[in-house]
Structure formats: C-alpha cells, structure tokens
C-alpha cells in the first residue's frame, strides 16, 4: 500500500509563495510519475502539474505556467509544488498523486493514489 502525505499548505496573501511537499513510502518512488491536483468549493478537481519518474519532463495547467514549478526528490521520495505569485484563484485543497506507469498526465483517473490533500488560501 502507497501513501501520500501533504504539506506545506497555509494562508498566504495574493502574490505571495508557497511550497508544497508530498512524501511517498515505498521503495518504488522512482518508478512513478507524478502529479498535483487541485480542487475549489463547488469545482471539480483539476490538473495542475505533472512531473515524469526521472523528473526530466515537467507538464503544467494553462493557468499555472510560469507561476508555479514541479520538482522531486527520488532519494527522499518527495515531490514538491512551488508555487510563486499567488492567486485569490489558486485557493483550493492540493492533492499530490502517483500515476499509473501509462497513461495521461492530465487525467486524474489516470492516477491511482491519492494524498489526503493540503488546504491553500488566497487572500486578497
């Protein structure tokens, strides 16, 4: 069994930073792609970035391009989420999750496990 465990998340005001992480077990980490996910009140969960087992290859959301990077860590089995110039937009519970081995990377049924979710506030 995978577990996902989020962190990192707060208030922050517009325009400000912050850094998620997502700490896998396992041993099989580096085998993975993964992803980050978000979901606001009354929203569906969206694709907001992507990163390949290597993390050679990195893929973003329209509306996170430039503003936010994917990185990871496989000594460490981490993920993370940078997120710079913050948005009242960006406000919404952040999930982390792990891949199939294919598939798309945009796709959230294409991921199999799930964090518990991290809470990110805006303000303006």
């Known amino acids: 069994q995978v577990q996902l465990v989020e962190s990192g998340g707060g208030l922050v005001q517009a325009g400000g930073s912050l850094r998620l992480s997502c700490a896998a077990s396992?041993?099989?980490?580096?085998?993975?792609?993964m992803g980050w996910f978000r979901q606001a009140p009354g929203k569906e969960r969206e694709f907001v970035a992507a990163?390949?087992?290597?993390?050679?290859?990195?893929y973003y959301a329209d509306s996170v391009k430039g503003r936010f990077t994917i990185s990871r860590d496989n000594a460490k089995n981490t993920v993370y989420l940078q997120m710079n110039s913050l948005k009242p937009e960006d406000t919404a519970v952040y999930y982390c999750?792990?891949?199939?081995?294919?598939?798309?990377?945009?796709?959230?049924?294409?991921?199999?496990?799930w964090g518990q979710g991290t809470q990110v506030t805006v303000s303006s």
């Open positions: 990163i390949n087992r290597s993390g050679g290859s990195t």
């Open positions: 999750a792990r891949r199939y081995l294919s598939g798309s990377y945009y796709y959230a049924l294409d991921y199999d496990y």
């Open positions: 396992g041993r099989t980490f580096s085998t993975y792609a």
